[in-house]
């Protein structure tokens, strides 16, 4: 048996929705059923391969609450139905940070996510010590977590990094380094979209977002 875990960058996955969305003329794909799509990947990787855990890593803008309560709350929820398919969600923070306008000069502030990526590659590295998979499948485009995928493959050659590259998030730098690399097409995510209505284990109706 060949135990395949998924890692998710939320944000570079949220964005990469949002691009299939326009690119399919359809009003959103944001109620992605990660659990799903995962699962259709699986044979990639042999006739023995179970999918073992998913790991998705996001924030919470919770400085939006005083502006935009309504797309905390969405998110949350959208995260509540990911936790009731068995995804295992790490939360990162938004820091508060001030930069001066280059127009007028002025000090503003704004909040940018932090820790994600940093959470992501500690995670890939724990899997491997402690030899909780034999695959690992990172989805992100993002070549921050390049260094990461080079220590694992160096400590653990055994082991198979693999990368499922969002929609238009393909990056040549990270298919260079990983043992298998393939795209997640727009049609997937349209493919793979909860019910409107998630029924979770205590009986709970979660409703898919109007605007979405």
């Not at 000090?107 to 500690?122: M, Q």
């Not at 997640?184 to 493919?191: D, E, G, L, T």
Request: with cysteine; aromatic share 10%; net charge positive.
């Amino acid at each position: 048996m060949k135990r395949v875990t998924f890692l998710i960058d939320g944000f570079n996955l949220y964005h990469s929705v949002k691009d299939a969305a326009n690119q399919l003329g359809v009003r959103s794909l944001k109620w992605l059923n990660i659990s799903k799509l995962c699962s259709s990947y699986v044979y990639l990787f042999g006739k023995d391969a179970v999918l073992h855990d998913i790991y998705y890593f996001s924030a919470l803008a919770k400085h939006l609450m005083q502006y935009d309560p309504g797309k905390v709350k969405r998110h949350e929820d959208y995260i509540t139905c990911l936790n009731s398919t068995g995804i295992k969600v790490e939360l990162a923070i938004f820091k508060r940070k001030n930069i001066q306008c280059p127009y007028c000069d002025r000090n503003i502030v704004r909040h940018e996510e932090k820790e994600t990526d940093v959470a992501l590659a500690v995670k890939l590295l724990e899997l491997l010590i402690l030899d909780l998979c034999d695959v690992v499948v990172l989805v992100t485009g993002d070549t921050d977590i390049v260094p990461a995928i080079e220590l694992a493959k160096r400590l653990y050659p055994e082991k198979m990094i693999g990368c499922a590259f969002p929609f238009k998030r393909k990056n040549d730098e990270i298919s260079q380094k990983v043992h298998k690399q393939f795209k997640i097409s727009a049609k997937q995510y349209q493919n793979f979209q909860f019910p409107n209505q998630v029924i979770l284990a205590n009986g709970t109706v979660i409703n898919k977002p109007k605007n979405w």
